[in-house]
Structures are given as C-alpha cells and as structure tokens.
C-alpha cells in the first residue's frame, strides 16, 4: 500500500548559489510512502499533518543541494513513522538561475527503504 502528498508547493532555503539561499527557491513536492499492510486504523497509518510539518521544517534549514534535502526529509519520515516500509521523494525546482532558460526545471528523485 502507498501513500503519498503531491504538488506541494513551499519555499526553501536550498540552493548552490548564497543569493538564491537568501532569496528562496519555490520546490513542489511529491512524496509516497509504502506501508507493509492496509491499516485498520490512524495509528497503523501514516501522519500526514507530520509528515507536512518535516517538509516545512526541513525547507526553511539551508541546504546546498536538493539531493541533500531529499536524503534529509526521507531519512526523518522513516525514522518517526515505523510502519513505513520504504519512501520515495520527487522535488521539483520549477525556476533555474539560467539566462535564458526554457524548461520545467530541475528534478531530484530519492527512495530509501528499511
């Protein structure tokens, strides 16, 4: 069974250049999560208002790299919901720093699993 957020839109602190950290960066999120079995109840499932709350905690920290926030943000859903088997994060950065550039943006897809 998967559970997932999607098309969260939040502003982070992550990115390679300080100036891009200082302004913000717009991320949209998806994230899916695999639990061993159908749960019969809250407690057998998954939080999603924690789950919400560690993607906002975790886009206001600085980070270089969405690759580290991906890593970062999984490890800690892990952590706090023991039900969950596996996890999977797509990030999307909508908007580049390139002159000129014509595109969706950049990418980071991440699973980890117990």
């Known amino acids: 069974m998967h559970i997932g957020l999607e098309g969260i839109t939040l502003e982070a602190k992550t990115a390679y250049f300080e100036w891009e950290r200082?302004?913000?960066?717009?991320?949209?999120?998806?994230?899916?999560i695999t639990?061993?079995?159908?749960?019969?109840?809250?407690?057998?499932?998954?939080?999603?208002?924690?789950?919400?709350?560690?993607?906002?905690?975790?886009?206001?920290?600085?980070?270089?790299?969405?690759?580290?926030?991906?890593?970062?943000i999984i490890q800690r859903i892990l952590e706090v919901n023991p039900k969950a088997k596996s996890a999977y994060i797509k990030i999307r950065k909508p908007f580049l720093p390139?002159?000129?550039?014509?595109?969706?943006?950049?990418?980071?897809e991440y699973s980890e699993s117990r």
């Open 35 to 72: 639990l061993s079995n159908i749960p019969n109840s809250l407690s057998d499932s998954i939080d999603y208002v924690n789950v919400h709350h560690i993607l906002k905690e975790e886009s206001k920290k600085e980070y270089h790299l969405l690759e580290e926030l991906s890593k970062v």
């Open 22 to 32: 200082k302004l913000g960066v717009q991320l949209i999120i998806d994230l899916r």
């Open 98 to 108: 390139i002159a000129y550039y014509q595109g969706n943006g950049s990418v980071i």
